[in-house]
């Protein structure tokens, strides 16, 4: 059974930094890809950046230049770095993964692409 622990939200003043971190566990290998998503009340879900198993990185526009997705697929974690927070980066943070069968993703979008497994989430609250 493929899990997902998210870690690392919390309260920040705008222009402050945090790490969230990504634990997976009952998978092999690291075929496949992973990404970061994000949901603040009253929005949809926004894929913020992704990762494949070529560590070929995409992010949003939304985030571009101030966040970084990095992966230790050994340890099985994956790190988002946000940097120079916004009030509007307020959100629940999820990180979630794909294991595909078959090459057909790589025709696909990175945004744009499926994910069978997701994490619980975590807050992240930009404040003064």
């Known amino acids: 059974q493929v899990q997902l622990a998210e870690s690392g939200g919390g309260s920040v003043q705008p222009g402050g930094s945090l790490r969230l971190s990504c634990t997976g566990s009952?998978?092999?290998?690291?075929?496949?890809?992973m990404g970061w998503f994000r949901q603040a009340p009253g929005k949809e879900r926004e894929q913020l950046a992704h990762v494949d198993q070529f560590g070929a990185t995409t992010y949003a526009d939304s985030v571009k230049g101030r966040f970084t997705i990095s992966q230790d697929s050994a340890k099985k974690i994956l790190y988002l770095q946000m940097n120079s927070l916004k009030r509007e980066d307020t959100a629940m943070y999820y990180c979630?993964?794909?294991?595909?069968?078959?090459?057909?993703?790589?025709?696909?979008?990175?945004?744009?692409?499926?994910?069978?497994?997701w994490g619980q989430g975590t807050q992240v609250t930009v404040s003064s």
């Open positions: 009952g998978y092999t290998g690291s075929k496949g890809y």
């Open positions: 979630a993964s794909h294991f595909p069968r078959d090459r057909s993703w790589l025709f696909t979008p990175a945004l744009k692409r499926e994910f069978d497994y």
